[in-house]
């Protein structure tokens, strides 16, 4: 088969490096791609937003199979696009992933499926926003309703915070759409699985860390690492969110006439008595939730991915997953999440992988004129390793961690660690 992987990321080289496992693969594309996703991949230089050039490519070159990795192609229609060609894709139509590009949006679904989920109005502009501030109080979270890359959510436990987060949202106009939500406590999951809208795969449950800082402390991120399991959520509660979140929003989407498929991603709140609420969707797999679960991932993911998108789901096996906990430490550049530095020369990532079970996936990396590894992006490198338990595999990444070398870099040691 022949088979394309749209994306550039950590989490796109975890997709490439296991989708290029598979015995059914024959050529695998990745568009754009980087150096670390080249090992498993042949790269395609066309942007993740160029989905005219997409199109074209995957009709000209025969490719089979399409898997979309970032939520901007979709939000865009590339799924659309493809199945007009006749093509076959897993992911979300443009109507679907409007459950991670509108939070008004899948707040509105969440509440028409009875999901539970924090309280929220929406608003349409600051005037009202205002108004809703003093009626509902501190503590408070503002949410810019588009897709924000992960800068437009703001939790404000005081008042200044409040402030700075309408001045934020409202910077540009005046008549911004924004979800105003009741503050929740509790610890978070990542819930993700793959489904045709009816079936559903449930992926092994895992937990990322926010904050730049140990402790998690500091500026919010894309991500600073991850771990799977998580004992932020028990198997009863894993199961029950499968049923109470995910069935009734798949079920709700086709109700309205905009059936889901791809990976659905729920970002969970538990809260202290074990209660669970849905903070939102992703209509995408976690980057970098992504690097730990296919880590833990022993079946092939090909053929699971291509029958899902298939809408031929009878004959899937639920897949196997490995009893170790993967780990994964992510690399960031100087200044990152702040103004990001580019182009510091990166060594180490042979010896780093010579480490009993670490594999270092590529993110913002580039190759430089001279042909050298470097910099390119904000979260650089992502060193995941699997263990036996939590100790082992934590122990192995941190000493893969110390084997890279760039200038600048910096990463949290408390990845697994007792903060979460
Ligand atoms: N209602 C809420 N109560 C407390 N914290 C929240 C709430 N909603 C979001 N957050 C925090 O903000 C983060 C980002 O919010 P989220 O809805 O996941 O948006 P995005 O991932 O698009 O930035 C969450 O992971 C969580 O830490
Ligand atoms: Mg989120």
């Known amino acids: 088969m022949r088979v394309l992987v749209i994306g550039q990321g950590g989490r ?48 000209e070159e025969k490719i089979d199979f399409t898997v979309v990795g970032p939520e901007l192609p979709l939000s865009l229609g590339i799924v659309d696009r493809l199945r007009q060609r006749g093509k076959i894709v897993f992911g979300p139509t443009k109507a679907a992933a409007q459950l991670e590009a509108s939070k ?59 402030e700075f987060a309408i001045e934020s949202l409202y910077s540009g106009s005046a008549d911004e759409t924004v979800v105003i939500e009741q503050f929740l406590e509790g610890r978070e999951a990542s819930l993700i699985v793959a489904t045709d809208g009816k ?44 049923q109470q979140i995910i069935i009734p929003v798949l079920k709700k989407m086709a109700e309205r006439e905009m059936p889901f498929s791809g990976f659905l991603y729920a970002g969970l709140m538990i809260g202290p008595q074990g209660e669970v609420n849905c903070l939102e969707f992703n209509a995408r797999l976690g980057d970098p939730e992504t690097q730990v679960i296919l880590r833990r991932l022993e079946s092939d993911l090909l053929p699971i991915l291509y ?60 190759v430089n004129n001279n042909g050298e590894l470097c910099s390119a992006g904000g979260r650089v490198l992502n060193v995941t390793a699997v263990g036996k338990s939590i100790d082992e595999a934590r122990a192995r990444a941190y000493q893969g961690c110390q084997r890279v070398v760039f200038l600048g870099q910096h990463y949290r040691r408390d990845i697994g660690g007792p903060i979460a």
């Open 12 to 59: 796109e080289h975890a997709l490439c490096w296991k989708l290029a496992q598979s015995k059914d693969i024959v050529q695998l594309y990745c568009a754009p791609g980087n150096p670390g996703i080249a090992q498993s991949a042949t790269l395609v230089p066309i942007a993740v937003d160029a989905i005219d050039d997409i199109v074209q490519f995957v009709c």
């Open 104 to 162: 008004s949006f899948s707040k509105e679904i969440m509440r028409a499926a009875g999901v539970s989920t924090a309280e929220s109005v929406t608003v349409m502009n600051r005037q009202q926003a205002e108004e809703e501030l003093k009626r509902l109080g501190l503590p408070i979270v503002f949410k810019a309703d588009g897709l924000a890359a992960g800068k437009g959510v703001f939790v404000c436990l005081d008042h200044e915070q409040a």
């Open 199 to 242: 079936r559903v795969i449930p992926l092994v449950p895992s937990n990322d860390y926010k904050r730049v800082g140990e402790g998690d402390t500091g500026l919010n991120t894309g991500g600073m690492g991850t771990i799977s399991p998580t004992a932020h959520l028990s198997q009863q509660q894993f199961d029950s969110a499968v």
């Open 307 to 366: 029958q899902l998108a298939l809408g031929d789901s009878s004959h899937i096996e639920e897949p196997r997953w490995s009893s170790d906990v993967a780990v994964c430490v992510v690399q960031a550049a100087h200044g990152y999440p702040a103004e990001v530095r580019k182009g510091d020369l990166i060594s180490g990532i042979k010896e780093a992988e010579s480490v009993a079970e670490v594999v270092v996936f590529q993110a913002g990396t580039a």
